[in-house]
């Protein structure tokens, strides 16, 4: 089972504002994004594409799955900048070496790469660069045009042939890796490797020692030649040995076949620590709503007033207008007419009483009938008990010469 202890840092360098790189490293997977594009749209790519590739490869941990995890990125960053404009134009590189499975239980460690990311193997003191960059003066040395001298100061070194971001069909250079235990791996963006020569990177990635220190020494000693550009490194050291199944070779493979997802996943680290954050959120949510609901209702129903109820005086519990959708509830009317009120009453149930409770509201109601009553001579002395009432509430001493009907109890 191959296994890499890992360090890794990003640094904005000595001049850029903002950093674009983007890095990830886990137990099963190491990524340096290089980001491109003005107004942060270098920082969206980055970001998006270890995303990507990262997602790709939690569910599916095999070669396959890291090359559809590239072309996820790069139709991700695309449409992204379709639908924003200010992001028009933006890329990234990517460098990504996984620990991939091959159905039979044997782990790889398999590079893909997009760009002029590197990765460089350290084995005894030696450095090997085992990516070629992916750049108009690389390529024309791949095409014989130029010399490895030439192309380290051909002025078209930094622009890029290939990146993410830039077509629908992404040429992916895949290779399995031989390693040994003790090997390091070092990837970097060309914020690294274009500040220390590769002497200088073969002393510092392969000092003995703590990885985070070698990682530490690599970003510092870019600075000090100058930081021009965003600096990324990621420090890999295999700690058994692995005897690898495949020779090593580099596929251009612009579309991965489907795979079935056979082989054992990597464990899923991260997936219980998202599931409680979701489930905190959640409960968190429904509280935040919960009390919403609560407050509205309790606001909605806190009061009481009289209105009109058809001919009669109502007693409503509820604001007059209701509340969003709390409307007022008749709880209460008289058997009074509005009609038989003096008029200044009428108009003052008409534009609504407020009491703070449905016995104020009752007995303001039948302070309004005493009044009726008073200034209205005798027709009878007969009393008509009161029909169907549940409320207790307190009768009036004034004889009453109308039934009283309850429309509905409320305590
Ligand atoms: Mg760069």
Redesign the pocket.
């Known amino acids: 089972m191959t296994r890499w202890r890992y360090a890794a840092a990003t640094d904005t360098g000595l001049v850029r504002e903002t950093n674009q790189?983007a890095v990830f490293v886990d137990d099963a997977l190491a990524i340096v994004a290089?980001g491109m594009g003005g107004h942060a749209a270098g920082e969206v790519a980055s970001a998006m594409a270890v995303e990507a590739i990262y997602n790709s490869f939690l569910t599916r941990p095999t070669i396959e799955g890291l090359l559809s995890g590239v072309q996820d990125a790069n139709r991700e960053v695309l449409s992204d900048a379709k639908v924003n404009p200010e992001r028009f134009g933006m890329g990234t590189t990517v460098m990504v070496v996984g620990l991939t499975h091959d159905g039979s239980g044997v782990t790889t460690p398999t590079m893909l790469h997009v760009g002029d990311s590197r990765a460089y193997q350290l084995r005894d003191g030696a450095l090997r660069q085992l990516s070629a960059d992916h750049s108009v003066a690389e390529e024309w040395v791949r095409m014989g045009r130029l010399t490895s001298e030439e192309a380290l100061t051909h002025p078209r070194r930094h622009q890029l042939t290939r990146a993410i971001g830039v077509d629908d069909n992404i040429e992916i250079d895949v290779m399995s890796l031989h390693v040994q235990s003790g090997d390091r791996l070092l990837l970097c963006?060309?914020?690294l490797s274009n500040e220390l020569d590769p002497a200088h990177l073969a002393a510092l990635a392969g000092a003995p020692g703590p990885l985070d220190a070698a990682v530490t020494n690599l970003i510092d000693a870019a600075k000090v030649s100058g930081g021009r550009?965003?600096i990324s490194a990621v420090l890999l050291e295999f700690d058994e040995a692995h005897e690898p199944t495949r020779s090593i070779n580099t596929t251009m493979s612009p579309a991965p076949p489907p795979v079935a997802d056979t082989v054992p996943s990597r464990p899923r680290k991260r997936g219980p620590r998202l599931t409680w954050r979701v489930a905190v959120g959640a409960l968190l949510l429904a509280a935040v709503v919960g009390a919403f609901f609560f407050i509205v209702h309790w606001y909605a129903y806190s009061t009481y007033y009289l209105a009109p109820a058809g001919k009669y005086i109502g007693v409503y519990e509820g604001q007059p207008n209701g509340v969003m959708w709390y409307k007022p509830k008749l709880v209460w009317k008289t058997g009074d007419l509005m009609s038989q009120l003096e008029p200044a009453a009428q108009l003052a149930i008409k534009a609504t009483i407020a009491e703070p409770s449905i016995t104020a509201a009752r007995n303001y109601a039948y302070y309004l009938r005493g009044l009726y009553m008073a200034s209205r001579p005798p027709t009878t002395t007969t009393t008509v008990p009161s029909t169907t009432t549940t409320t207790k509430s307190a009768v009036p001493t004034t004889t009453v010469t109308h039934a009283t009907t309850t429309v509905a109890a409320k305590g």
């Open positions: 790189d290089d963006s060309d914020g550009d965003n």
